[in-house]
């Protein structure tokens, strides 16, 4: 006790002289006007935004909110707004601190996306209190269906962007990754049109029976998202794939909540899909800022689909599996356990996934990037960086998952007493959760290595042992049993691509 009142002294006595006249002065001086206001905001939002926050949540949500109340007050809570404070900083100062330009975009990447994350973090509360699990696990399998179809709509011809040295190569495969993801969108509806009963009959699905044209709408504008990002990742904007990410997240929790309030049925799915629309707007503006129409040729068209042609080949299929493998858990659970189960353990890998996709998510982006200089450059070099980022992922997610696997129930306590349940069956996927994300910011070595039938076979191969533990395992009645059964034999299959990547490259060098 005597040393938590030393911290509250301790931690007053250094707010309050920040906020002194001269303190705030030489801020100025030394960091400019710009860095400055956003530091006065940002101390605002946190010591009165939160506060509101957790009053709000104490009186609608849980009793425990209200113990959270003055921790803003007393505690360091700048984890949350010190990567965007940063990027600013470095932007104001750049001349005088250097940083390597793989670093500098990275932090673009995690401020923006820290921001989007942190987001459906203080939403989600709240949703969980006008959406039942019900709910949360018919939109999970909304979003892993699009997703996992959304990913190999382009025929994965949207990775074969970065590839080219000439731009207008890449633009040109961009406009055939827009005409594959259309045409296969089409198939789609087309198939859903025909098969309607018995695809959402087997799926437990009849709500969403009667609105199926959302998905083929969505799984298009995720494929073309997705190759827009591509893009933007080649010719370096940053800016743009870092505004791109809170565009998404905001008008993504801002709609779902608006359409709880009213009790709109599907509130959660029409606010992904807006949210789509609007960020392939936002794509669009940009990328015709630069563009030209007469540098869009047939001939290059055709040109760069028969050089590529092993990604529709290969990586569509084995994209495919992988996204089932990685995406489809929430439609088998589904099918053997129903969508109440589904929903929390919806909502359990959701929440799990912010503060992992912090990190993973940037570093992945901006590797792929340099890995691919890198491989005609200096190989030794680009295993070197491959090993630094995976041991520095390590040291991050471990702690992080071993705290979420021990007190995971009481966390999910919080959101009310029917979500407990969801903390529980957390602990059961955390190997998976490891090794699929120490391996994720790399995973694009294997397209650099042109590894595709090896990854196919990967996936197809998780895919079937994940399968496979789901319906053998079915009699139980619990899902326990086959989810730490999936986790366990999945985490093998990453810790086993991994050291065969690695290997390779290494003949490389």
């Known amino acids: 006790m005597k040393q938590f009142i030393q911290y509250i002294q301790y931690s007053l006595k250094h707010k309050i002289p920040f906020l002194r006249f001269q303190n705030l002065k030489s801020k100025l001086i030394k960091y400019g006007p710009t860095f400055l206001i956003i530091l006065i905001i940002v101390e605002i939002i946190k010591h009165f935004g939160l506060p509101l926050f957790f009053l709000y949540l104490g009186n609608n949500v849980h009793d425990f909110f209200y113990v959270l109340i003055p921790a803003p007050l007393l505690m360091c809570l700048h984890i949350f707004t010190a990567p965007l404070i940063f990027i600013i900083y470095i932007k104001i100062i750049k001349k005088k601190f250097k940083l390597s330009e793989f670093y500098l975009n990275t932090l673009k990447l995690v401020a923006s996306i820290s921001i989007a994350q942190l987001i459906p973090i203080f939403i989600t509360p709240i949703l969980t209190q006008f959406f039942s ?60 049109n025909i098969f309607n009963d018995k695809i959402f009959q087997l799926l437990n699905l009849e709500l969403l029976k009667e609105y199926y044209y959302i998905i083929p709408i969505t799984i298009f504008l995720i494929s073309v998202n997705q190759s827009f990002l591509v893009w933007f990742n080649r010719e370096k904007k940053y800016n743009v794939i870092s505004t791109n990410n809170i565009i998404k997240s905001g008008a993504n929790s801002s709609i779902s909540l608006f359409l709880g309030f009213k009790k709109i049925v599907f509130g959660l799915i029409i606010g992904n899909l807006v949210s789509l629309i609007l960020i392939c707007i936002f794509n669009i503006f940009f990328f015709l800022k630069e563009f030209k129409f007469e540098q869009i040729q047939s001939k290059i068209i055709k040109k760069n689909f028969i050089k590529y042609i092993d990604f529709l080949k290969f990586s569509s299929v084995s994209n495919l599996f992988n996204s089932i493998a990685n995406l489809g858990m929430t439609t088998l659970i589904i099918i053997f356990f129903g969508p109440k189960i589904a929903g929390l353990y919806f909502l359990a890998e959701k929440l799990i996934a912010v503060p992992i996709s912090f990190i993973t998510t940037s570093i992945s982006q901006v590797y792929f990037q340099r890995a691919s200089e890198l491989f005609y450059l200096d190989k030794k070099k680009l295993l070197h960086l491959t090993n ?97 059964t999936a986790s366990s034999i999945s985490a093998l299959h990453y810790m086993f691509l991994n050291n065969y990547m690695k290997k390779e490259l290494t003949k490389l060098i």
């Open 133 to 192: 699990p019900e709910e949360f696990g018919i939109y999970g399998l909304y979003l892993s269906l699009c997703t996992i179809f959304g990913v190999i709509a382009s025929g994965k011809f949207d990775t074969a962007i970065m590839l080219p040295k000439n731009k207008k190569d890449s633009l040109n495969l961009l406009f055939l990754s827009f005409l594959i993801a259309f045409t296969f969108s089409t198939i789609f509806f087309s198939f859903l």
């Open 388 to 484: 630094k980022i995976q041991l520095n992922i390590f040291f991050i997610l471990f702690p992080i998952l071993i705290i979420t696997s021990i007190y995971g129930k009481e966390i999910f306590l919080l959101f009310g007493n029917e979500w407990g349940q969801a903390g529980t069956i957390l602990k059961y996927f955390t190997p998976i959760l490891l090794l699929k994300n120490i391996y994720s910011p790399i995973s694009h070595i294997g397209d650099i290595l042109n590894k595709q039938k090896v990854l196919l076979l990967f996936n197809i191969s998780l895919f079937i042992f994940q399968l496979a533990s789901f319906y053998f395992l079915k009699e139980y009645s619990d899902i326990k049993f086959a989810l730490l």
